[in-house]
């Protein structure tokens, strides 16, 4: 069975830091881009950021573009999402899934995902 478990999420000050992990198992981890979305109460889920299969494409949301980094550690199929002088509008809960039909693209949050995580919560406070 597919699995995907996020953690790392927590109380952080604005301008600090928060990493995110997703670990993944149950399929050929290799083979996804691995994607990071988020959900506040009240709006939709939205897409923040993916990193590609093999060649390691990333794509971030401009609203975090310049502070989050995305990296995957093939070794132990994790992707981890480094969120850098986190805003107050970051806060939400951050869920994880993956694909190997659409790349790592900013239009490729636009399709539908079925495999999720429990997600992490992250709360930024001013």
């Known amino acids: 069975e597919v699995q995907l478990v996020e953690s790392g999420g927590g109380l952080v000050q604005a301008g600090g830091s928060l990493r995110l992990s997703c670990a993944f198992s149950g399929f050929t981890f290799d083979d996804y881009a691995i994607l990071w979305f988020r959900q506040a109460p009240g709006k939709e889920r939205e897409g923040v950021s993916c990193?590609?299969?093999?060649?390691?494409?990333?794509a971030f949301a401009d609203s975090v573009k310049g502070r989050f980094t995305i990296s995957r550690d093939n070794a132990k199929n994790t992707v981890y999402l480094q969120m850098n002088s986190p805003k107050p509008e970051d806060t939400a809960v951050y869920y994880c899934t993956g694909n190997t039909g659409y790349g790592c693209h900013t239009w490729s949050f636009r399709y539908t995902y079925n495999n999720w995580g429990q997600g992490t919560q992250v709360t930024v406070s001013s």
């Open positions: 990193i590609n299969s093999h060649d390691g494409t990333t």
